[in-house]
């Protein structure tokens, strides 16, 4: 029973580190970009719900959605004013130079993380629960009912972006953008606007995850900084670039973390996704789903 227990615990931590991974691997699959700042996507959203809730009185229901648009914002500001200059005097994201984007995101990184200190303060903050009930029994299983909303939620988020890439207009432009950038300019398709529908997709998706830790995780300008290095591995062990790998990554990582702290210790609860990558990397570097690392 433990057993079953600690698997579906991890399961549910595996959903939230899947939000956060499939926005980074979306930027790197289409735009062959790695974004520094998307821990810093996370950390926005976990402010502007708490503010949005604690400041302005606004039911944290309500309150995620304005998370959300928060993230979208960002991410179309990322791509318009930051990344668009760089690779519009090189004719595609395929010609830039790879350095110009690392610099540039790492540089918001610490823009983002400097400006919330001063404007806000250093100090954590808590944001309101999403539901009051404490703990809730499903089947055999007692949750609270904070982590029952959040892993629901991750998998309508995953879910629907899952149908609006597959199903939808831009979601198909989207993917001909990923298979052949070029290709896709020649036959009428706006490359810049699927860009900036990539960068807001993944600002939603970590800024949702922002929002919907922050009663749990105490928001705080560095808060960001260790989702993001999860992600990382998470997208590596998955297989760069690759959507379906990320998200099976997520889970395995969930689960492994959950058995870990129990049967291992919990103090190295954070390190067994590092030895994870490793022994991947030794065995398949180019991670689990490496030969679609291209696809979406």
Do not use: C
Not at 98 to 127: C, H, Q
């Amino acid at each position: 029973m433990l057993a079953l227990d600690l698997f579906v615990n991890g399961l549910i931590i595996g959903l939230f580190y899947a939000l956060m991974a499939v926005g980074l691997t979306m930027i790197f699959g289409i735009l062959k970009v790695v974004n520094f700042a998307h821990g810093e996507f996370y950390m926005i959203g976990a402010y502007t719900y708490t503010l949005v809730s604690l400041a302005l009185g606004v039911p944290p229901w309500l309150a995620l959605p304005i998370a959300a648009a928060a993230g979208a914002l960002l991410g179309w500001a990322t791509e318009r004013w930051l990344m668009r200059p760089l690779y519009a005097g090189y004719g595609s994201w395929g010609l830039m130079k790879d350095e110009y984007a690392v610099v540039v995101t790492f540089g918001l990184s610490l823009l983002l993380i400097n400006l919330v200190d001063k404007v806000v303060g250093p100090y954590p903050m808590r944001g309101p629960a999403l539901s009051d009930v404490t703990r809730m029994a499903i089947g055999p299983f007692m949750m609270s009912g904070q982590k029952l909303i959040t892993a629901g939620l991750s998998i309508v988020l995953l879910a629907g972006l899952a149908l609006f890439i597959k199903r939808s207009l831009w979601g198909r432009q989207v993917q001909a953008v990923a298979q052949n950038r070029l290709g896709a300019s020649i036959a009428g398709i706006d490359t810049a606007r699927a860009s900036s529908i990539i960068f807001m997709a993944s600002g939603v998706l970590a800024a949702l995850a922002g929002a919907l830790l922050a009663p749990v995780i105490n928001p705080a300008p560095d808060v960001g900084a260790f989702p993001a290095i999860k992600s990382y591995v998470i997208v590596v062990i998955g297989g760069m670039g690759s959507i379906p790998g990320s998200i099976l990554a997520a889970l395995a990582l969930g689960v492994l973390e959950s058995f870990g702290a129990v049967y291992l210790s919990y103090d190295y609860r954070d390190t067994y996704g590092l030895v994870l990558l490793i022994l991947i990397l030794l065995f398949r570097p180019k991670g689990l789903f490496g030969e679609r690392a291209r696809e979406v």
